[in-house]
């Protein structure tokens, strides 16, 4: 079956580690893109890849990075310095910069 | 910068019409966007219309599309405690971001 796979869908971590949160798909699409949810809130961009090897800042990067060395894959890592990295984050693809976006089920990201 | 503004909260009775209303400020927007997120999950696309049209019709949901007033609308007829959750109105926008979501209406559907 063809989707969007994120994982893990839970994860905890002590303040100050980086952490890294995977996302592959095997749709064969060119875009990625990283999005942070908040409670009660819609969806915000951290980053976004249109090509394999590139990848653009979104509203919100600071304190994340991403690579995508992969078609299939990119992955996000939180680091020490975003300030409030407890979130839900989700995944999306497309198959181009201006077609439907495809997401994942999300990971529950919680710093304690 | 382009911004897509709706409704927090909507509740309906099982059984009557919802519609979920949406206006984006983006008028070279190609394609515009309706996503339905349950508790606890990611986004899935229910429908989406093109710029050029006014109407789209799937089932029990009904996209309309005042181009002029940028306003956008997604009506479920008969609905169902099945169809409470959020839903996100979108648009693909400028610059390269490909999308621009609104905040999400949550719909309540009462028995």
């Known amino acids: 079956d063809g989707g969007i796979t994120q994982s893990p869908k839970y994860l905890f971590r002590k303040e100050g580690q980086n952490v890294t949160l995977s996302c592959e798909q095997n749709?064969?699409?060119?875009?990625m893109y990283w999005y942070r949810q908040d409670p009660g809130q819609g969806l915000r961009l951290i980053y976004y890849?249109?090509?394999?090897?590139?990848?653009q800042k979104g509203d919100i990067a600071e304190g994340y990075s991403v690579s995508r060395e992969k078609k299939e894959s990119f992955p996000l890592t939180v680091t020490s310095a975003q300030k409030n990295p407890t979130a839900f984050y989700l995944c999306?693809?497309?198959?181009?910069?201006?077609?439907?976006?495809?997401f994942g089920q999300g990971t529950r990201l919680t710093v304690v | 910068g382009e911004d897509v503004e709706q409704s927090l909260f909507l509740s309906v009775r099982e059984g009557d019409s919802s519609v979920i209303n949406c206006t984006y400020t983006?008028?070279?927007?190609?394609?515009l966007y309706w996503y339905k997120q349950e508790p606890g999950a990611g986004l899935q696309l229910l429908t989406y219309?093109?710029?050029?049209?006014d109407m789209k019709q799937d089932q029990r949901l009904t996209v309309l599309l005042n181009k002029k007033d940028k306003h956008l609308s997604l009506r479920i007829a008969d609905t169902q405690t099945g169809d409470s959750a959020i839903y996100f109105c979108?648009?693909?926008?400028?610059?390269?971001?490909?999308?621009?979501f609104g905040p999400g209406t949550r719909l309540s559907v009462l028995p």
């Open positions: 219309i093109f710029s050029n049209m």
């Open positions: 749709l064969n699409h060119d875009a």
């Open positions: 999306a693809s497309s198959e181009t910069a201006n077609t439907e976006a495809f």
């Open positions: 890849s249109q090509i394999v090897n590139d990848f």
């Open positions: 983006d008028s070279s927007s190609t394609y």
């Open positions: 979108a648009e693909n926008g400028n610059y390269g971001q490909n999308f621009v």
